[in-house]
Each structure stands twice: as C-alpha cells, then as structure tokens.
C-alpha cells in the first residue's frame, strides 16, 4: 500500500472504532469493503489490521481487547481542530453538564478544551437543582442499564422506592429518559391488564398509562425480558388552551404545540398542545399565571379550576403568624 492508502485505511479504522465496540469479524468485513471502494487490493485485511492497530497504540491511542471480546477505544489522542465558536459551544455545554450533576460526562468534554476556553462563559449560571450527581458510581450503572433496556426496546422491571419511601416493582414497556425541571427521569408507560395479545399501535386514549420515574429513586434495573415493547409510543391527551395579554405573542417552541387562532387586536392566542403527561402540563401553565386558561377537555378545565379555587380559598382562611 502507498503512504496515502495506509492512512486511508487508518482513517477508516479509526472511524469504526469510534462508533463503539465491534468485533474482530465485522471490523475485517468492513475494512475489507472500504478497501474495495477506495480501489486498492484487499489483500491480507487481517494483517493489514493488526499493523494499523499497532500504529494507533503506538501514537498514543488506548485500545481495548481481548480474546472472545470487542475491540473498544478507550482513549483517542487524535488531534481535535476547533474553531474558537466551536470551542465556546463545547465549553457551555461542559458548563450546563456539570450544572445538571453529570460532572463526569463535563469532564469528558472538558478534555477536548484548554484551560482558557471557559473565559467567554464565566458569567452564565443556570438555575437548575438537580437531586443528585448522576455521575457517582451507583447512578451511574442505573444509567447504563436503562440505556441497554431502551436499545433493546424489551420489557423489563425496576425496583422503586417512591417519595414516601414505600417500594414496589414496576414492570415497563416503551420508555425513554427525559430530563424535567433538572432532574432526569425513566419516562415509561406501565401496562395494565387487558392481556399483551392487544396490537402494537395502542389507542391514543391511553395517555394515563404514563409514568415518570425519578432515575436516582431506582434502586435496581432487572434483566430485559423477551417480550418485545407493545406500545410503539406514548399515549397523548390533546388540551386546547388560551394565553392572553402580554402572552398573547406567544410563538410556540415545543413541537407537540399548534397555533389554532391568533387575535393581535384582542392580544389572544390559542394553543392546541398533544400533551403526555398532565401533571407536567399544569406546572408548565402556572408559570403563566392569570394569562392562561384552559379551554378543553372540559374536566380537565374544570379539575384545574377547581385547583385555583382551593388557593384562593387558603388564601382567604389560613392566618399568617409572625
């Protein structure tokens, strides 16, 4: 091979390690095939490997393996070239990881800055309160193993320990992590009888099948079961609702939200959102205060105002003792 077709294949090397563990077998397949498009005889592939992996170590990347196991790269050298805006992007985000409590994961981007790239973002501070550092060992290893479940799209079961301290196992199907208000959570949907023989693309109506989990109230994640995910998505209620003066601009930004009327004269604007969960829906809203209504469902509506009402009465009753 010439000098540019071994770096080629360096090159190509490098970028299958990269995309995570794999095999002795599938990295001589694919070595193989990227030989046959660059035009070069494929030769002896294996030995071409061994040689390249070789090179690698030798320039300072850490490359894991062993017999009956994946390859993996642990630790890349390889010369990171960014742009002084690249640089303040990876920066922030360094910055809101370790904010959010994943001061492990903000140390792995902080190896890609130097020590002066945090300059330009010493002034920003985010208000978030997570519960925990989600990098300690233990949240660690839960993450990990919901990240697994969820590839495989398998039901499994947690063990929880909810906020009164009370256990109890929950067996999950489709789930996802979502981080809400800086706190992470396994948002997934606990199946209820009926039997599993029911088709794959539920009814939307089963929106209350919805449940989030707080990750570091997870106190084990078991084995994936066999049994395939029976629900393709998340059940979604559809709420229609109406912001109103100084809202009545507002542009929607989430994209489960639809613009269904917009009154500039009357500074009104009305919503229609496909919402998950409700109760995440209403701590939303309350932020808007007296700019906000609910339109429909009507229980919805009605169970809400039902909730200003018991403020206000407790306004009205409870004494205030200085």
């Not at 947690?158 to 992470?184: M, T, V």
């Not at 701590?283 to 808007?288: K, S, V, W």
Request: aromatic letters at 10%; glycine letters at 4%.
């Amino acid at each position: 091979m010439t000098p540019d077709s071994q770096l080629s294949f360096i090159l190509q090397l490098l970028k299958h390690l990269c995309h995570g563990p794999i095999s002795r077998e599938e990295l001589i397949t694919k070595l193989s095939l990227d030989l046959d498009e660059m035009g070069h005889a494929g030769g002896d592939v294996t030995q071409k490997l061994d040689r390249g992996l070789k090179k690698l170590r030798s320039c300072g990347f850490e490359i894991e393996s062993a017999p009956h196991h994946p390859y993996l790269l642990k630790q890349s050298n390889f010369p990171l070239l960014l742009t002084s805006t690249q640089r303040g992007a990876i920066a922030t985000a360094r910055h809101l990881l370790e904010q959010l409590g994943f001061a492990q994961e903000a140390a792995e981007l902080q190896l890609l800055l130097k020590s002066n790239d945090d300059q330009d973002i010493a002034s920003l501070e985010a208000d978030f309160s997570p519960p925990v550092d989600y990098s300690q060992p233990q949240f660690a290893i839960i993450l990990d193993q919901l990240r697994d479940r969820i590839t495989q799209q398998q039901r499994f079961i947690i063990d929880y320990q909810g906020s009164g301290g009370d256990r109890r196992h929950y067996d999950l199907d489709h789930c996802e992590l979502r981080l809400h208000q800086g706190a992470l959570y396994l948002f997934a949907i606990v199946p209820t009888p009926p039997p599993w023989t029911l088709p794959k693309h539920r009814p939307t109506q089963f929106f209350d099948r919805n449940q989030p989990f707080r990750v570091d109230r997870i106190l084990q994640v078991f084995p994936s079961s066999r049994d395939s995910w029976t629900y393709s998505s998340f059940g979604t209620l559809t709420i229609r609702y109406q912001l109103q003066g100084p809202l009545g601009t507002y542009q929607p930004r989430r994209p489960q939200e639809t613009v269904i009327e917009r009154h500039p004269d009357r500074k009104i604007v009305i919503i229609e959102a496909e919402e998950d969960y409700v109760f995440w829906f209403i701590q939303r809203i309350m932020r808007y205060r007296e700019h906000c209504q609910i339109l429909d469902p009507d229980w919805l509506r009605n169970q809400h105002q039902q909730t200003i009402q018991k403020m206000l009465d407790n306004y009205k009753t409870s004494s205030v003792t200085m």
